[in-house]
């Protein structure tokens, strides 16, 4: 800034009057940048709690599919053991019957069980890609925070302008 020419009364009044203007306008340039990174921040935020409650809701189905898992496998265990106590008591039919019986129970359960780590790899991969979401939610967060920072940082060259 070069120094204000000296009148009669002090300094030009116009040209300290066109410098405050200046000073105003580009301070009110400054906080609608502010007020809009701001806006865009808060709107980050929503999206990132929408994504955690995501990730909530997805780890609670990955615990309620292997709850599941447990009582299936349990439930197709005792039925086996119930099945194979009463082949005993009723003879050689009986026991073939519960032969074929516990010969499917147990197919159903590879095939639950064999389900049930298809549905954890792709529940698996749902939640890894959730987390790739939000990692850029947060890499961008960053790089709105440093874009601020050297925005300001070039912008500071205005406080140390001298009046003489």
């Not at 009044?13 to 200046?22: M, S």
């Not at 994504?51 to 309620?64: G, Q, R, V």
Request: net charge positive; no cysteine; proline share 0%.
């Amino acid at each position: 800034m070069d120094k204000f020419k000296i009148e009669e009364n002090g300094y030009s009044i116009a040209e300290v009057n066109k410098f405050v203007d200046d000073v105003i306008a580009q301070t009110e340039n400054m906080l609608e940048k502010m007020k809009k990174q701001h806006r865009d921040n808060e709107e980050l935020h929503r999206q990132v709690e929408h994504y955690k409650k995501i990730e909530t809701e997805l780890k609670n189905a990955l615990f309620k599919a292997e709850q599941s898992s447990s009582e299936i496998k349990k439930q197709a265990y005792d039925e086996k053991n119930t099945i194979i106590e009463e082949a005993r008591k009723n003879a050689s039919r009986i026991v073939n019957d519960a032969l074929l019986r516990a010969e499917k129970i147990e197919i159903k359960a590879d095939t639950l069980e064999r389900n049930m780590r298809i549905f954890k790899k792709k529940l698996k991969l749902v939640v890894e890609q959730q987390l790739t979401v939000i990692d850029e939610i947060t890499i961008k967060k960053k790089n709105i925070w440093n874009q601020m920072f050297f925005y300001f940082k070039s912008k500071s060259s205005i406080s140390s302008i001298t009046v003489n």
